[in-house]
């Protein structure tokens, strides 16, 4: 009589649903630690953070109260934004309270006028238009700027603020973006939107959006 040939561990239905057994609690756990390492990592800071130097991934909406600057960190690979000075926004220092007012008034203007048809922000939306991500940063914007001279103001985010109200009469794109009705407090809740986001650590995206380097070195240097 022949012998039984023992059965393969590869054919073992025992094997199959232990090992099954296995890897689904090891995915199980290793989600749960990634959901909050995540959680941990895009969680606003707060402005006592600021306040102490605290770098925090997406700082607080406070952060419109202070300069932003850009840089390379060769450890990483890619460039971060840096948070320096203090610096007035519309002319004003906005408490706790006032920022994130602001800030959620920015976040429903975005919403609400349905900017991602058209422009990016932090990887979601299209690309018809800039991507905004760091739109704060933009060279364009600067001190003496084009569109400061072109708006008549004397600051960044009141340049930003005009050409978000009449994006027709100060057009400088042949993609045109159409006068959207944004009113003057809209619009200065948007550009706080635009330089808290500038402020997150988004691991260098948008990829080589620093392409006029000594613009973003003088911007570095003044946010120290």
């Known amino acids: 009589m022949d012998e039984q040939q023992p059965n393969s561990v590869w054919t073992s239905n025992s094997f199959w649903k232990r090992s099954a057994g296995w890897v689904t609690g090891f995915a199980v756990v290793l989600l749960m630690f990634l959901t909050f ?12 953070d600021l306040k102490d130097g605290i770098t925090k991934r997406v700082p607080a909406a406070t952060v419109i109260n202070y300069q932003i600057g850009y840089k390379m960190d060769y450890s990483r690979g890619h460039e971060m934004p840096v948070i320096g000075k203090p610096e007035l926004f519309f002319g004003k220092t906005w408490s706790v309270k006032e920022a994130n007012q602001l800030l959620n008034l920015g976040k429903l203007t975005e ?25 704060w940063l933009d060279p364009m914007w600067k001190k003496g700027g084009v569109m400061q001279l072109m708006t008549h103001t004397k600051t960044k985010e009141e340049a930003m603020a005009a050409f978000l109200q009449y994006p027709v009469k100060y057009a400088i794109h042949v993609r045109k973006m159409p006068n959207l009705k944004i009113t003057a407090k809209e619009a200065q809740g ?35």
């Open 37 to 48: 390492d995540t959680m941990t990592q895009i969680t606003m800071g707060t402005d006592q």
């Open 111 to 135: 919403q609400s006028k349905d900017c991602m048809n058209c422009h990016t922000l932090l990887g979601n939306g299209a690309y018809y238009a800039p991507d905004l991500t760091k739109a």
């Open 190 to 224: 948007l550009v706080a939107l635009l330089k808290q986001m500038s402020s997150i650590d988004t691991n260098g995206f948008p990829r080589g959006f620093s392409r006029n380097v000594q613009d973003f070195k003088q911007g570095v240097s003044n946010a120290h």
